[in-house]
């Protein structure tokens, strides 16, 4: 047997139906918010995530499934969608338009990470991106859109976590001190985190193994560093969350796992997920579009994790199909009446299923009931048919011209 990819999943039709919602719900909030759709191809360059989210992270270094193209470029499936969204803002001078932009989108992404619940190879993901704003209630907003999202989809269990980066400069400074720091501890740290002191030591802060954890209790915070504007920025965003009644945490020790952040920063994490507790998180970029040869512009943004939001709502069953007529056959040869009532009836807004099976009578209503039918329409080899309410029990006989217009008036 051929299975699918490990790491990959179906999305069969009752998981398809939970998608559905939290994708109307999505729309619903984000575009009362002023954000338009976007979709973006499913593969780049791949320079656009070297130089996008940057060479020293987990997912440049060992995430991205790239290939040759065959003509001698190098393409990778996306592994996110801010830097192909801020490739799609440059490259169709979105910059001229009034700002900020903003875009929403739900696709898949990919990443050769070690699958388990919750972590998969191809997921899906709902984000957000507000181009063309240094505004402090850019961020909030965007924070606030989330936590509505997740709120709709009834996730549960969640908490925020909240944190400013600062400005590259600001932040280069830090990492100096902090690379002494950890230099001068070596022998307490595990060895991956050892081997990219100098590369990436803000990954310090991630790291679980005891030995790490412990040096890091004492480690210098960047939060503690900030230049005024940022810690101006990042006061402002805490206001307006306080006065939104937005509960969140200050994390001083939240990195976030692409290199373009800069100011805020956040996360939303929920209980019921266990070790893959992230649902989603996001944050400032102000100096991506730069990096990606774009003009100069800030930005902020978000994405949650479509299968994490589902698993932390506890994935209620999705209420059945709603089915006004269920079209059986009393013998084989009434399927042309049959066939014609189901097209009549779909052509009237109604939902109709057609006996395709072949069931005996009786079978065919106990399907009817199965799959929650309105009413069923006894289709006669005269053309004559019998129409069952199927709440009430009730049955008549009436010509097959008639019957769409008794099941639209229930
Ligand atoms: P990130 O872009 O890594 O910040 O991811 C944003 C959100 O996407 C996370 O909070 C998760 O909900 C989701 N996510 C990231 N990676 C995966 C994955 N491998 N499988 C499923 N969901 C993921």
Redesign the pocket.
């Known amino acids: 047997m051929i299975r699918a990819p490990r ?1 990959t999943f179906d999305v069969l039709p009752d998981d398809a139906a939970r998608r559905r919602t939290l994708e109307a719900h999505a729309e619903r909030i984000l575009g009362a918010a002023g954000y338009g759709q976007i979709e973006t191809p499913t593969f780049e360059a791949t320079e656009l995530f070297a130089r996008g989210v940057g060479e020293a992270t987990d ?1 440049v270094r060992k995430e991205m499934y790239t290939f040759d193209d065959g003509g001698g470029r190098s393409l990778t499936l996306r592994p ?2 801010t830097a192909p969204v801020c490739r799609a803002y440059i490259e169709h001078g979105m910059h001229k338009l009034p700002q900020p932009v903003k875009l929403w989108y739900l696709s898949s ?1 990919f ?1 050769a ?1 070690a699958p388990q619940r ?4 191809q ?1 899906w ?1 709902v984000g957000a991106e507000a181009i063309g704003s240094a505004a402090p209630e850019t961020d909030a907003e965007l924070i606030v859109l989330l936590a509505d999202l997740l709120g709709a989809v009834g996730a549960k269990g969640v908490r925020l976590r909240l944190s400013s980066l600062g400005t590259p400069e600001t932040r280069a400074e830090y990492r100096e001190e902090l690379k002494l720091y950890l230099h001068a501890r070596e022998s307490r740290l595990s060895e991956d985190v050892r081997e990219r002191i100098d590369q990436n030591p803000l990954r310090a802060f991630d790291a679980t193994d005891p030995g790490t954890r412990d040096v890091m209790r004492e480690a210098p915070l960047l939060l503690d560093r900030l230049d005024p504007q940022d810690a101006a920025h990042f006061a402002q965003v805490r206001e307006l969350l306080d006065t939104g009644g937005v509960g969140y945490e200050i994390d001083p020790s939240l990195v ?3 290199d373009y952040y800069t100011r805020t920063v956040f ?2 994490e929920s209980d019921v997920l266990g070790a ?1 507790s ?5 944050g400032r970029y102000d100096g991506l579009m730069e990096e990606l040869d774009g003009p100069a512009t800030p930005a902020c943004g978000f ?7 589902l698993l932390a709502a506890g994935e209620p069953p999705a209420p059945p199909d709603h089915v006004d007529l269920f079209i059986a056959l009393a013998k084989p040869n009434g399927a042309g009446t049959g066939f014609e009532l189901s097209r009549a009836a779909r052509r009237a807004g109604l939902s109709a299923q057609l006996e395709l099976a072949g069931r005996s009578l009786k079978g065919q209503l106990k399907h009817a009931d199965r799959i929650g039918a309105r009413y069923v329409a006894i289709v006669g080899d005269d053309g004559h048919v019998s129409l069952k309410d199927m709440e009430s029990g009730q049955q008549r006989e009436l010509d097959a011209a008639d019957v769409v217009q008794a099941v639209r008036k229930p």
């Open positions: 790491g997912i996110e969608g992404f990443r990470e919750g972590r998969y190879r997921f993901q976030r796992g692409l996360e939303f893959q992230g649902v989603g998180g996001g994405a949650a994790g479509v299968e994490r939001m």
